[in-house]
């Protein structure tokens, strides 16, 4: 009997004690009752889960107990981690550098770098540019966001932003609150690594909480109203065009490279001292061959008509005006007699502000001299053919002025409508080089890699069809159109060194050469008030042997072989183009 109390005692303390183990998988609710641990886990402090068991004990036998048998194995939900965001670091192209020694210098794929900065053909990359390095950076933690937040979401105005050195488009996106993706919508960008020292961009409206507003700089402006569609009301609106040397080449073999382009316009030079070489005979021949091959393919045809022959000037010093401005009228009138309706426009003289166009013991150099001519071939042009369009003389943009080699071309624009050029021509010849500064740049901030020709506003293409914009609304001639017969930037890659003058085509790749290009195109049609665009040049390699300085612009190379530029203009998205009602 002792021994069986004894052992109802020992009993009796182990259950005792397997309550106390067990106690930790309850808890008691307000009214004492038991509140089971899924009724614990609601609780916002709590975890998510717990490990759960359960306990029968059977009061039949005084000493039958059965030990707790979990019904299945614990499960614990981890804490979500705050999202991070990962800046990449990135990488500027140096001089001597290509993709597969970058991608080796930081360990990564030549195809991974590629892929991580949107480039189809690896071999195009230039000085300058940045790359993202894939799989590398900082990370830095955001804060969840509170999704149960009561603050009002507002938009900011869109502006623009001019790109400082060391700006990427990541950068730029987290300054103003945006997103890499909307800027590259913004802008139109067709590679979201390829922006420029000096470039604008828009910034888009962005969505902000609160009062909250993104922080701006000095150099964050309103949008301009040069951006704006213009109502054109002569001529042709925008389009797409290119300088090609067709005389004695394979015109042929060039007008099906001209539509492999994507090219609605041809330029074509005519050289009045080839094509009249006696008065009064003219060698239609020639051009009727170039006119029927270009036809033939609906192509819209300018002629540029300038270089008087010996026998209508006096001094045959370089290049210059007839003595007698009627000659050059009958010229182009019996040209645009022959060819009304299949040339649609002429361009009268090429860069008259430069001595060695307009060299005469007559006609000093100057904007008076120029527009009267411009009159006397504008009559005579419209009195055969009414609908062609006169297309004012495309001016160097020299930034010199001595009034003897050369006259500023905003200057001489200027006093050309003083002389009258808004009676007397259609639309208004611009010929904005870049030399090497990016077409987005604007003065006077040496772009990368560039270390000459950037000290005046003439070196730049935009901001030379800007000015050109302000000189013409200052004159009140903001429906007429701004004809680029002239632009492209030159490269000496695979060509030979150019002489000491010309070392800006040192400074500009292939792979630059394209792009540059490509987004001069883009601008144009961006801007509104510009009509018809010629790229220089198709073939000039091949055409002008006796001077290389063309060759360094050309879309064919020496060998006969496409550089890079081919292959992005012919992919750019040409979209379509309207002509202009007259």
Request: glycine share 8%.
């Amino acid at each position: 009997m002792q021994r069986n109390l004894s052992l109802k005692i020992v009993l009796l303390c182990a259950l005792m004690l397997l309550g106390v183990l067990v106690q930790p998988l309850y808890a008691q609710d307000d009214g004492g009752g038991v509140t089971t641990t899924e009724e614990v886990t609601d609780s916002a402090d709590a975890p998510k889960s717990l490990p759960t068991a359960t306990l029968d004990v059977s009061q039949n036998a005084v000493g039958a107990t059965n030990t707790p048998t979990p019904t299945e194995e614990p499960t614990v939900t981890p804490t979500e981690e705050p999202q991070q965001q990962v800046e990449p670091t990135t990488y500027t192209v140096q001089r001597g550098d290509n993709l597969f020694r970058i991608a080796l210098r930081f360990n990564v794929s030549r195809q991974a770098l590629a892929e991580a900065n949107g480039i189809v053909n690896p071999s195009l990359i230039f000085v300058g540019q940045q790359l993202v390095i894939p799989g590398t950076g900082t990370q830095t933690t955001s804060s969840p966001s509170d999704s149960s937040t009561n603050d009002t979401t507002t938009s900011s105005a869109p502006m623009t932003y001019v790109v400082a050195r060391g700006d990427t488009l990541f950068r730029i996106a987290a300054r103003f609150g945006t997103t890499v993706s909307d800027l590259v919508a913004a802008n139109n960008l067709s590679n979201r690594n390829l922006i420029f020292v000096g470039q604008r961009l828009i910034i888009p409206g962005t969505e902000t909480t609160g009062t909250t507003t993104p922080s701006t700089t000095d150099t964050a402006t309103s949008s301009s109203d040069s951006s704006q569609a213009v109502t054109l009301t002569s001529g042709f609106g925008f389009d797409y065009g290119i300088e090609a040397f067709l005389i004695g080449q394979d015109s042929q073999a060039l007008a099906e490279q001209v539509s492999m382009l994507g090219m609605n316009w041809v330029k074509q030079e005519v050289n009045w001292r080839d094509i009249e070489t006696t008065p009064g005979q003219i060698d239609f021949a020639t051009l009727d061959e170039i006119v029927n091959v270009l036809e033939a393919r609906d192509l819209n045809i300018l002629f540029t008509v300038s270089t008087s022959p010996a026998w209508a000037r006096t001094s045959v010093d370089e290049d210059g005006p007839p003595d007698n401005f009627t000659d050059y009228a009958d010229f182009v009138q019996a040209l645009a007699e022959r060819y009304a309706g299949r040339v649609q426009a002429f361009e009268i003289w090429n860069e008259p502000n430069l001595r060695r166009e307009w060299n005469s013991t007559i006609h000093e150099i100057s904007a008076a001299s120029y527009t009267d001519l411009l009159r006397a071939a504008y009559e005579a042009i419209k009195e055969v053919s009414p609908s062609t369009v006169v297309v004012s003389a495309g001016l160097s943009p020299t930034g010199f002025n001595d009034g003897v080699n050369a006259i500023n071309d905003r200057v001489f624009l200027n006093a050309m409508y003083a002389n009258g050029l808004a009676d007397i021509a259609d639309a208004v010849g611009a010929h904005p080089n870049g030399w090497a500064n990016p077409p987005d740049a604007v003065c006077c901030d040496a772009p990368v890699g560039v270390e000459t020709h950037f000290e005046d506003p003439s070196f730049y293409f935009l901001e030379t069809l800007n000015d050109y914009r302000e000189i013409m609304l200052a004159h009140g001639a903001s429906t007429t159109p701004i004809w680029v017969t002239r632009f492209g930037w030159g490269s000496s890659e695979d060509t030979d060194p150019p002489a000491a003058n010309n070392i800006f085509f040192t400074y500009t790749s292939l792979g630059e050469q394209a792009i540059f290009d490509s987004r001069g195109f883009e601008l144009g049609a961006e801007l509104g008030f510009v009509g018809p665009m010629f790229l220089y040049n198709l073939n000039a390699c091949q055409a002008q042997l006796d001077s290389f300085e063309g060759c360094y612009y050309s879309l064919i190379n020496l060998d006969g072989m496409e550089r890079p530029v081919f292959a992005a203009i012919q992919q750019l998205d040409k979209g379509e183009t309207q002509p202009v009602s007259e």
